[in-house]
């Protein structure tokens, strides 16, 4: 089942802040994030693990609640190149398991402005 | 190094056409997988490959074939295109867990 991102949209000013949440009904193996411009490929942001590991971008920080099935992707003082559709992918295969299926959120835009 | 490479990058074909869309990786991935994203739309799985011989469906595998050609190659087949297939396809491949997944470019088809 696909997870739920909200908001599904958000207007920013260079150097304010937002947060993106990702909501799942079934528990959550690992969450990955990615970010998405107009015409462009899905680039890799951030995994994170059951357990509490993370690996990902410096500038991105994001949490997840093993217990809610949520995660959250903050943006600190966002700059211009921010601006795109980021999406959650969430993983509720057994760890290891073949494939590594990730089921996509419905995305959320983001445009940074000057 | 090119990462995941896909071809054609557009194609438009008319209904009940067949194509095959090809997708390559110089990674060294076990895993690749082919999504669909439809305008204003999250990225849904097609078919994936968990290793070189193997295939499973994804969430919306119908209308669709794959083969895993060998560890580099894995191409989608639209055997009777039809207008609701008209979409972005995006190729991913992956190491192993719990490891991020590259894109290719994608290629934009329109089915008229």
């Known amino acids: 089942q696909q997870p739920v991102q909200s908001p599904q949209a958000v207007i920013l000013r260079e150097g304010e802040d937002a947060v993106i949440n990702c909501s799942s009904s079934k528990a959550l193996y690992s969450v990955h994030w990615y970010r998405q411009k107009h015409g462009e490929a899905p680039v890799f942001l951030m995994i994170?693990?059951?357990?509490?590991e993370q690996k990902g971008h410096d500038k991105i920080s994001a949490s997840f609640n093993e217990k809610k099935q949520q995660s959250s992707l903050y943006l600190t003082a966002s700059q211009l190149s921010y601006s795109g559709t980021y999406f959650c992918?969430?993983?509720?295969?057994?760890?290891?398991?073949?494939?590594?299926?990730?089921?996509f959120g419905g995305g959320t835009r983001v445009l940074v402005k000057p | 190094n090119a990462g995941v490479t896909q071809t054609p990058k557009f194609q438009v074909l008319k209904t009940g056409q067949s194509m095959t869309l090809q997708c390559a990786q110089d990674m060294n991935h076990n895993s690749m997988y082919w999504y669909r994203q439809d305008p204003g739309m999250g990225l849904r799985l097609i078919y994936y490959?968990?290793?070189?011989?193997?295939?499973d469906k994804g969430e919306v595998p119908n209308g669709y074939n794959v083969s895993r050609l060998n560890k580099r190659e894995f191409s989608l087949r639209l055997e009777s295109a039809a207008p609701s297939q008209t979409s972005v396809y995006f190729c991913?491949?992956?190491?192993?867990?719990?490891?991020?997944?590259?894109f290719g470019p994608g290629t934009r088809l329109t089915v008229t």
């Open positions: 490959s968990a290793s070189e011989g193997t295939t």
């Open positions: 994170l693990l059951k357990g509490g």
């Open positions: 991913a491949s992956t190491r192993d867990y719990p490891y991020e997944q590259y």
């Open positions: 992918g969430t993983e509720i295969s057994s760890p290891g398991a073949a494939g590594n299926k990730l089921t």
